[in-house]
């Protein structure tokens, strides 16, 4: 009891200490979201993306679309089929709707694991813009996730989204 006591007054003496020497102290937020979201490097990313999966996504919606109009056959016709023409049929549609939805998950693995690497690189130059700004800007703390308030005249998102938009021009510069 002595011994939690002891620590009790040492963390609230190094506490108050710090609060001491707060003064001072520049801190600002940064919306990571609206960083995020609105720089030129996640629309670029967001466009590979959409360029590297497009001819799968078509695939897969062409084979949709064929099954759709293989069910509608089977529906519309199965009146004047042969009970093995409906078969060979619903055996047909059956296949082409496992391999469909395998495709299907396979598909969204792929563009899953695509967005994290990319979103990823994304974050991690977002991550380094902040620090830059912190340090160019002089501010000793910049908080984001988990604010419940903050005021605009700490928000440094938008020089964040400047830096990162001048970073965009000089790479596509080069």
Do not use: C, H, W
């Not at 690497?117 to 501010?139: A, H, S, T, W, Y």
């Amino acid at each position: 009891m002595k011994q939690l006591a002891q620590v009790l007054a040492l963390v609230i003496g190094v506490l108050s200490v710090s609060v001491v020497s707060a003064e001072g102290v520049k801190v600002a937020f940064v919306n990571a979201g609206k960083v995020f979201e609105q720089s030129p490097q996640y629309a670029a990313a967001k466009k590979r993306l959409e360029t590297e999966f497009a001819r799968r996504n078509d695939e897969l919606v062409s084979k949709k679309e064929t099954l759709d109009k293989l069910q509608d056959k089977l529906e519309r016709d199965a009146a004047v089929m042969s009970g093995s023409e409906i078969s060979k049929l619903e055996k047909d549609i059956l296949s082409r709707k496992r391999r469909l939805k395998n495709a299907q998950a396979e598909f969204r693995e792929d563009l899953n694991m695509r967005q994290n690497e990319e979103f990823n690189k994304l974050r991690r130059q977002v991550r380094e813009v902040v620090r830059e700004v912190g340090k160019d800007e002089e501010i000793d703390l910049v908080v984001s996730e988990g604010v419940v308030y903050f005021s605009k005249r700490i928000d440094i998102s938008d020089l964040v989204l400047v830096r990162l938009k001048e970073l965009d021009k000089q790479r596509a510069a080069e």
